[in-house]
Structure formats: C-alpha cells, structure tokens
C-alpha cells in the first residue's frame, strides 16, 4: 500500500472512468476516503451496492466539500455546467480535474467557473471499453495506458506533479501537452476511429441487398471490430464530437484524401499502389505490439472454442 | 475420430488458411492423407518442420494427382493460373474447392481451366487472423465460424454436400449462396472494412502535426483496433480489391453518403442526429455477440496486467 497522496477524493459521476478511479485509488491507498456522485437515484442505489465508494451523493456540492482532489467523470458537454455548480464550494488548495477526451472544450467550459485558490489540472486517460455505467469498472483500466495532463501555462508545478503520481499509481503512464495539441492527437487516434466505425456500421445496418441476419452471421471477416468501437456510449461520444469538432474535421478531410487515392488505385487496378501502402500500415501495428499498447496475440487474443466443444448442426 | 470423408487432400498454399485446414483435418480425421504445396524452397522446408501435412510438394500437379479433394489456399489473383496448371491432372471425381474472400471472380477465373469431369465448389471460410504464413495455422480457426460455398448453378448436390460435411467437421456452420450474393455481402461485412482501416492507418502514419510516436503511444483510444485489421496480408488484400472493385465501389458509395451525413451533423452542432446513430449502432453490437460471433467480454477480452504488475516509471 502506498501512502495517501490525497485524504478526500470525490468523483464528479460513477460511470466507466470515475468507478475504474475508485477501484484503483481503494486498491493502491491513493487517497482515504472516496465519495461519488451519480445523477440517478437508481445508479446511486447500484454504487451503494458496488460498494467501491465510501459515500454516495446525489449533491455534487456536498460532495466536493473538503475534497482535495476532485475528478469529473462526466461526458464533457456537461463539465461547464458542473463547474459553474461546484465552483463557489470547492475547498482552497484543492486540485480540480476532469477525465475528458477533448480537453480545449474542457478547459474553456470549466476554467472561468474556477475559483484562484483550487488547482485546474485537466487529465485524459486513454483507456475504456465499450461498456458504460457503474458495473463496468475495473482496478486495472489504466494500467500501461497513458494519461495526458493539459495543465494551463500558469498551473502550479507541485499541483500538477501531485495529481500525475496520483495517476502513476493507478498503473498509468503520465504525459503532459497543450489542450491544443491533445485534441489534434486524440482527434486521429481516437475521434475519427470512432466516428468512421459509427459510419461503416450505420451503413451495414441499412442496406437492402444484404440483410441484416448476414451481416451479423459473417461479421467475422472485419465488420465486428468496428462494431465494438461503435458500441461506445452515446452520450460521451455526441459530446466528444460536439466538442472537437474543428480537429476532427481536419483529420476527416485528411482521411477523406487519403481514402479517394486508394479508391482510384482500386478502380484502375494499379496494385502496386495498394500493395506499398499495405505493407506500410501492417508495419504500424508491430509498433504498437512493441511499445506495449497492444498485445501481440493474434485477433487481439480471442479465444476460440475447442474442436470438441464446437457445436455440429 | 470421423470417418475420414476424403482419402487424399491436397492443400494449394499453406498459409494461414492452409495450414489451419491442414491442423483441423487431421485433428478430426476426416482426411486420410494430406499433401501441401509452396512455392518458395523456404516455406516448404517450415512445412516439414511444423509437421502438419504428411507430404510437402513444390509441384501443384504431383500434389494434385489422386486427389479427391484439392482446396486452393492462394491469393484469389493466382487463382486462374493455378486452375489452368492443375485442370489437366485433376482425378476424375474430385472436388476441387478454394477459400477466397472473392467468389465471382474465382468462379470467372478458375472455371474455364477446370475438366468436366471434377466438381469445382468455391468456398469461402470467414475466419482469420492478422498473420499469415504456415506458422500462423491452427486448428480451432474455423469453430463456429461461417464457410460460404458458392457452388455453381450445375454442381452436383452431393459433391456439394460432401465439402460442406468437411467443413462442418471443421467446425465451421455452412452456408451457400450465389457468387454475386456472396461478394456484395462480404463486400460491406469485410472488404469496405478493411479498405477504410488500411486507409485511416496510413493517414495516421503520415501527419505531420502528430508524431508517429504520439500516434502509437495514445492508440488505446480507439486506433489499434483499426491496426490489427491494417496488420493484414498484404497481397491478399490488394487481389481481393481488385477482384470485387464493383461490389467494394458500390458498398464504399454508401458510405461516403453516411459519412457526409454524420459530419453535417457534427459541423451543424446538431447532437440529436449523432446521439440517435450511436444508440442504434450499439444495439448492432449486441446482436453480433448473441449469435457467438464475439465475445461479449469487454475491449474484445484483452487482458490487463494486475496494478502490482504494473511499471512505476
């Protein structure tokens, strides 16, 4: 067990992030006490029995009421509406943060509501599941990933040190960059993903020459992974969109160009074009396999059935 | 142990495809011998080693000779070649099959080469993994998986049966449909897919704003699922793109249209459009995972290292 880095943790929300923060901070000894907050009377009674908190609240107010370390957890179209609620309440010297995945948004919403005695150190950890909700929490979400802090220029260095061993101690690896350049990152490695696996799939889901029976019988061949990206929840990724929308226009005309080129090597049959650039894309997995960001067996390690359990029909 | 179905398989290729029918038919019996083909010195000798064929030729028409099962393991873009060597030497009554992602074109390609007196039944199993190569091969690949046979309007219904026996044996559920059919399907469940990871990976590989390493360090956000699928073998791929353009260009139409319609939406601010799509595309998830074709643990089951593993940096 380490030493408490923080004696009152509150949890702006207690979906996916804010329960994962409360089962890894509860298992490393991060902080003393933990109080999440959840909208819903019916999410509340479910966190209660979860039992990863040591309070449960309905008022965000109470809630952060001698927090030193406050995390919102909510989809980042709300964090402006949340700060401007918690702001007047917040304890001096407390550390404020978020776990959003645009953080230019963030950072305008939620600052001006901010008082000058609390520390505003935006965080984005880069890791999830497709799943949502309280349940879906786990100890183990942040280990190997990153998380990216977007401290303002003029943010307090011991501040933002102490909240980056808070996320160190969760598993994470921590970095540091402009809001700016974040959500130019995140826009082509995680924005335009998902939103080209909401298209595709939105596509499969309304043709008429194929139905909708074979496209989830032979989704083997591709389709499925993009179905578990566009199984994402809804909410957080509206905001996301909503929020980034300039970066991941720029990332999208890019892909857009991209896509057209190797659509016309397609269409007038000149391989080699394919060929160079797939040997080119296969080599970026390798690196990510290499750094640890993915693992390197194959299918992303799916498990497969033995011979004899295969059912014969 | 079956019966065996077949007494002599001859295997055309042994990569990832090969090697996996060469794994499961043995493991169930239902061949008595097996002889593969490869065409590089190289290959053949790693053949020998892994041990999963009892013959091993560098020559397709000595491999084919008494055969009464001969399965082509190839490139769909070798297929006519391939066709037009062995169509001489073929046993009369053997089954000749292939497993190409592309069914019209290895109907168009292969027939005219092919002798009366055999049973030419296409097939496709939709089953694989990123890698390729003999060593990539196993026996489980095709449990409760789809093989689709495209078998042609004249085929005879019990050669026919009989292949669908093996691949049942195989653990994979069969399926048959036209060749037409077969390709606009795949085209949207595996091609279109495939197409637009390859693309999206090579826009990430060439930012200049964004680093490679940025790229590969923050790809949990949603990237590496698209470069597992970009990891794929290259010239598979560029013969499947270029045996299916229509189908592809077709499928790829519709989705530049939904593609279009989300980014409106997104430019236009207007939530309620992309909140409406995602709740839909989750539900497509779900479905995919209550007929087996997934798993419905979460991120696809990756497995996360405990936080005492985890590196302190």
Known sequence: MTKPIFEKLALIGSGLIGSSIAHAARAQGVVRTIVATARSEKTRQRVKELGFADEVAADNI??????????????VGQSGAVAQE?????????????????KGSVLR?????????????????????ENSGPDSGFAELFVNRWCILTPPADAD????????????TLGAKVESMSAEHHDLVLAIT???PHLIAYTIVGTADELGEVTQSEVLQFSAGGFRDFTRIAASDPTMWRDV???NREAVLEMLGRFNEDLSALTRAMRSGDGDVLFEHFTRTR????????????????????????????KKD
């Open 241 to 243: 969109f909503l929020a």
């Open 190 to 192: 995680s924005h335009v």
């Open 283 to 310: 080599a970026i997995r390798r690196g990510i396999v290499q750094i640890g960001q993915d693992s390197a067996a194959p299918d992303f390690g799916r498990t497969h059935p033995t011979l004899t359990e295969a």
């Open 86 to 102: 918690i702001g007047p309440h917040l304890k001096a010297g407390a550390i404020v943060s978020d776990v959003g995945s645009v």
């Open 109 to 129: 919403d939620m600052a001006p509501f901010l008082p000058k005695n609390v520390h505003f150190v935006p965080a984005h950890p880069v890791a999830g599941t």
């Open 157 to 168: 260095a011991a501040a933002v040190e102490r909240l980056a061993l808070f996320w160190r």
């Open 62 to 75: 109470a809630a952060v009421k001698d927090a030193d370390l406050v995390i919102v957890c909510i989809p």
